[in-house]
């Protein structure tokens, strides 16, 4: 026992063997027992609210909370493990309270143990919203669900807001109501220098105030078509009937033209279909009178649709074909044209015409003159 006693008291770099040991026995332990910890934790934490889970599964909260907890016990556990460490006196180390080595480790470790504290409190954030959105799937309006990402964005940067402001506090001693009373001073110099952010700032709350649009209505806006995803405090994100993500400055959504397409109760569809000239008058008020009457009693048309003769195009006859759709849905919107584009084939075939293709026709003429 004394031998091993001995053998363990060693010591390297000012540590005995003992020390490393108990440091390497720490961390093995925090690896081991950390997904263990961090699940109990975290159920245990999701019991307390239950009550206001609106039904989400536990899961669901293990899952956003596992590596924000996982992670703040490691940095525990780290921190326990090197407490039995220290560097050797030879080495002149100034003390904690002074800069050095010592201060920068232990300043960093709070830091980082602060950061964890900030990380949890964002994914509880997280966790907020999706009681929000399960809660607002019950409502009608499609407004609640466009605030709720807006609400917690706000919440989450007021989270960061506090978390830094704590962190400059209580570990680098920063007076911080000196601090916020010196950025009143440089608020202005601040406002110009972020003058395109505080535009699409107030963009965002024009939005939400104005409501030319809510999340998941179709718009077209400089020139872009897409559907309304998330309206955040910079920017409105639309998915494109190309399934492309962009992104738009608020501010440009408040100051061009934006056509709210979802608020359209009809489609409107306008083409031309051309049939040849050797189509005859009686073909061609057949043809008319049969695409009027078939667009007139489409379950999806209305009685506004506009079939005629329209002009006399450089290869063909050409027929204006103007209808609107009674949806909103794109697809739905495709079928129903569809639909009609295969009728007019039939009419027109059915009528003995044909349809017209560019063509040119060349006429040489030849003169003889007399010698």
Do not use: C
Not at 6 to 18: A, D, H, R, T, V
Not at 40 to 48: A, E, P
């Amino acid at each position: 026992m004394d031998e091993i006693n001995q053998f363990l008291n060693q010591e390297f770099l000012g540590n005995s063997l003992q020390s490393y040991a108990w440091f390497l026995l720490i961390l093995l332990a925090g690896i081991l027992f950390k997904r263990f910890v961090s699940r109990f934790s975290n159920r245990l934490l999701f019991k307390l609210l239950k009550r206001y889970s609106h039904d989400i599964h536990s899961d669901k909260f293990v899952e956003l909370m596992h590596k924000p907890v996982g992670f703040t016990i490691m940095v525990i556990v780290i921190f326990i493990a090197f407490s039995h460490l220290g560097f050797p006196e030879e080495w002149g180390m100034a003390p904690k309270h002074q800069f050095g080595i010592w201060m920068i480790l232990n300043k960093g470790y709070m830091v980082l143990l602060y950061s964890s504290f900030i990380w949890i409190f964002l994914r509880m954030a997280d966790f907020l919203s999706l009681i929000m959105i399960r809660r607002a799937e019950g409502m009608e309006s499609k407004y609640s669900g466009q605030i709720i990402p807006f609400f917690i964005d706000f919440i989450k940067i007021i989270v960061v807001i506090f978390g830094v402001l704590i962190i400059l506090g209580s570990i680098f001693n920063v007076n911080v109501g000196t601090l916020v009373a010196g950025l009143g001073i440089g608020g202005l110099a601040i406002a110009l220098a972020a003058k395109e952010t505080l535009e699409n700032l107030l963009g965002s709350f024009t939005i939400f105030l104005d409501k030319p649009f809510v999340a998941g209505d179709m718009v077209r806006v400089a020139g872009i078509t897409g559907v309304v995803e998330k309206v955040g405090f910079r920017s409105t994100r639309l998915r494109t009937l190309e399934k492309s993500f962009v992104t738009l400055p608020n501010k440009k959504m408040v100051d061009s033209e934006l056509d709210n397409l979802s608020l359209r109760t009809f489609r409107r569809s306008s083409f031309t279909v051309g049939v040849t000239y050797s189509t005859t008058p009686d073909q061609l008020k057949a043809i008319v009178a049969d695409i009027q009457d078939y667009i007139d009693n489409h379950p999806n048309t209305n009685q506004e649709g506009k079939i005629r003769f329209h002009d006399f195009g450089p290869s063909s006859l050409d027929i204006m074909v103007l209808f609107f759709v009674d949806t909103m849905d794109w697809t739905v919107y495709l079928d129903v044209k569809q639909e009609v584009l295969y009728k007019i084939v039939e009419i027109v075939k059915k009528h003995g015409a044909e349809f017209a293709f560019p063509s040119t026709s060349v006429y040489m003429e030849k003169n003889l003159k007399s010698e």
